[in-house]
């Protein structure tokens, strides 16, 4: 196994990718990947859609 598949499958990547799934979807409460916040302004991708490129740039636009 390479150092990348090995990287993956460490502990240390497990237990942080769980800290950060928990951060997103119950702290922030994300519908779906990917989402973007700016403060209190969130977008977020439809399920199965995701967001256009004029969504993001109207949003930055906005909030930015």
Same mark, same amino acid.
């Given at each position: 196994?390479? $150092?990348f598949h090995q990287a #993956?499958?460490?502990e240390a990547y497990k237990e =942080? *990718? #769980?800290k950060l799934n928990k951060y997103g979807w119950e702290?922030? $409460?994300l519908n779906s990947v990917p989402s !973007? *916040?700016?403060?209190? $302004? *969130?977008l977020d991708a439809v399920y199965s859609v995701g967001v256009l490129r004029q969504q993001i740039e109207e !949003? #930055? =636009?906005k909030y930015a």
């Open positions: 196994m390479d $150092a #993956l499958d460490s =942080k *990718r #769980l702290e922030n $409460a !973007f *916040r700016l403060g209190d $302004a *969130r !949003f #930055l =636009k």
